[in-house]
């Protein structure tokens, strides 16, 4: 008898009880290089990048509904999980990236996207941090932090992302509350994901192999905190807009700056785990963990290039978004022969 693994069948359901919850991070990557590329005038290239992070999005809405079904165990295993239950925010953000892609083309469907992402956010909000944090049975929590919680930010300043876009096309006063309100908590979640993540690797053990891609999402985060601020001030004027303006602006201008101060401290981190201590760089699903901040940071400082009329900044997006576009092939074609080995293949 033939061992299930050894089927296509049985390679394609370990596979699927293996999913990452954090794959949505490919949506977002894809997503946030296509507007990067449309800011800097490659409407093809990015019109590409479009149909795949639809079609990146759709397929894993389906194969998660898939797990839910012929692995409910395994996915509650991991939205209850302190190392992988924060990956679950990438949805969050994912929508909110197509939705911020297509707000223009199809506002109605971007609306929609927005909406489910707020929704999940907020319950994801309330729950994940107790699955995770507070009613786990393991002590100290503060032992599990690592750089997937930044994503609780992440979620919160995407939303914030789309409902700012999406203001600019479908005018009204609910959609700037929402994106100034997502703003605020957003940054404040950042704050306190930045202390436990802190004190994970001032009092803990942290080794090269605890040095994992999620990391960068750190500042992933301070560039969408950076982007989202942007499109806020860019927003026409209104009492909100007026009386939280100048803070906005301030944080979001903070927050780049922040950004920009991590990229070389990790890439030195990524060269002392991989080159001084020889971990293999192997493909896996975190590897998006990367390839998003990069472009997120090409983007961010296109926007507040443009909203505070700094051609500096302008000038960094446009060529860093190449960066960005360069991390993601890699990334892809990694991807690629690692399906056909793994799954594919016998």
């Known amino acids: 008898m033939r061992r299930p693994g050894s089927t296509l069948g049985g390679r394609l359901h370990a596979a699927l009880r293996e999913l990452s919850p954090g794959y949505f991070a490919a949506v977002m990557a894809t997503g946030i290089i296509s507007v990067g590329l449309g800011f800097d005038g490659r409407r093809l290239l990015s019109r590409c990048l479009l149909v795949l992070t639809v079609a990146a999005f759709v397929g894993l809405v389906l194969l998660n509904g898939w797990r839910l079904v012929s692995h409910r165990a395994e996915l509650v295993d991991d939205f209850t999980h302190p190392l992988r239950?924060?990956?679950?925010?990438?949805?969050?953000?994912?929508?909110?990236?197509?939705?911020?892609?297509?707000?223009?083309?199809?506002?109605?469907?971007?609306?929609?996207?927005l909406a489910v992402a707020t929704a999940s956010?907020?319950?994801?909000?309330?729950?994940v941090p107790w699955t995770t944090r507070l009613g786990a049975g393991e002590r100290p929590i503060v032992a599990a932090a690592n750089g997937t919680w930044f994503m609780w930010a992440v979620g919160g300043q995407s939303v914030a992302v789309a409902a700012a876009v999406l203001a600019a096309v479908h005018p009204g006063p609910t959609l700037p509350a929402v994106a100034v309100g997502a703003w605020f908590l957003g940054v404040f979640l950042y704050a306190v994901d930045g202390v436990f993540v802190a004190m994970r690797l001032l009092a803990f053990d942290f080794g090269p192999a605890d040095l994992t891609p999620p990391y960068w999402v750190a500042m992933g985060a301070a560039a969408i905190t950076a982007l989202a601020g942007a499109e806020i001030t860019l927003l026409p004027s209104g009492p909100l807009l007026d009386a939280a303006g100048d803070a906005i602006r301030?944080?979001?201008?903070?927050?780049?700056?922040?950004a920009t101060w991590l990229?070389?401290?990790?890439?030195?981190?990524g060269w002392w785990r991989h080159v001084t201590h020889r971990v293999p760089l192997t493909y896996e699903a975190n590897l998006w963990s990367i390839v998003f901040p990069l472009g997120m940071y090409a983007v961010a400082s296109t926007r507040i290039g443009t909203a505070d009329h700094l051609s500096l900044l302008t000038d960094i997006g446009r060529v860093w978004i190449w960066v960005a576009l360069a991390a993601w092939l890699v990334t892809f074609l990694a991807g690629v022969e690692h399906v056909v080995r793994r799954v594919l293949l016998p």
């Open 85 to 113: 239950g924060f990956g679950f925010y990438t949805f969050v953000a994912a929508a909110d990236v197509l939705a911020a892609r297509i707000a223009t083309d199809s506002t109605d469907i971007a609306l929609v996207l």
């Open 121 to 127: 956010w907020l319950l994801r909000g309330y729950a």
């Open 250 to 258: 301030g944080g979001s201008l903070f927050a780049w700056v922040l």
């Open 263 to 269: 990229v070389p401290a990790l890439f030195a981190m």
